[in-house]
């Protein structure tokens, strides 16, 4: 397959993820990259610079020892994507509640001291992203239309709600990190956090 026709078949693959959905609300941080709304009222993202964004966020990130480098959310969708790319690049996962006090008060038993930190959510792991700001950690986050990114270093614009669209997002950014050194050995459904329908079939 020629790299113009793979390029081509993961942007239809990345289209159907959803990725670029938003929501009904846009506020004044996310308007640059919205490029027009759905007959239904859902504001779009521009997928152009959403997967520039993507590229740009990688490209920080290794500019840091990964071993420094956390992963955060509290969402849950976010949990397999963020566990599947914290197997691949070697960054450090944190999942579920943020412990009050993890990135500022070094007497706690759970204290830690990221170089950078990467987010699902700004309103959901907003006390994430108030404690990196406080002690100085730079933060990516992921950033959805009704979302406000005033203290994110860097924005992802994409939709962080949905399933597939996070982990086509984690997805990226992991192949735009391993590009050089590695190969992907996941896809995209791979990183998918699956909803548990029948817990078990007796």
Request: charged residues 25%.
């Amino acid at each position: 397959m020629s790299q113009q026709s793979e390029h081509e078949e993961i942007i239809k693959k990345i289209l159907s993820t959803g990725i670029r959905v938003g929501t009904e609300v846009k506020t004044k941080f996310m308007i640059p990259y919205i490029t027009q709304s759905s007959p239904d009222g859902l504001y779009l993202f521009d997928l152009d610079i959403t997967l520039d964004r993507i590229e740009t966020a990688a490209r920080f990130i290794k500019k840091f020892d990964i071993k420094k480098v956390i992963a955060y959310s509290g969402r849950a969708y976010a949990t397999t994507p963020i566990e599947k790319f914290c197997e691949l690049t070697g960054a450090k996962k944190m999942l579920g509640r943020f412990m009050p006090g993890t990135l500022t008060n070094p007497l706690l038993p759970y204290y830690s001291e990221p170089h950078l930190i990467i987010i699902s959510d700004p309103q959901v792991d907003a006390q994430a992203v108030t404690e990196a700001t406080n002690a100085g950690i730079p933060v990516i986050g992921i950033a959805n239309t009704d979302n406000v990114t005033s203290k994110l270093d860097l924005v992802i614009p994409a939709n962080n709600r949905g399933r597939k669209a996070l982990a086509t997002v984690y997805w990226l950014l992991a192949r735009e990190i391993l590009q050089d050194s590695e190969t992907m050995k996941y896809e995209i459904e791979d990183f998918e956090t699956k909803t548990v329908e029948v817990e078990e079939e007796l």
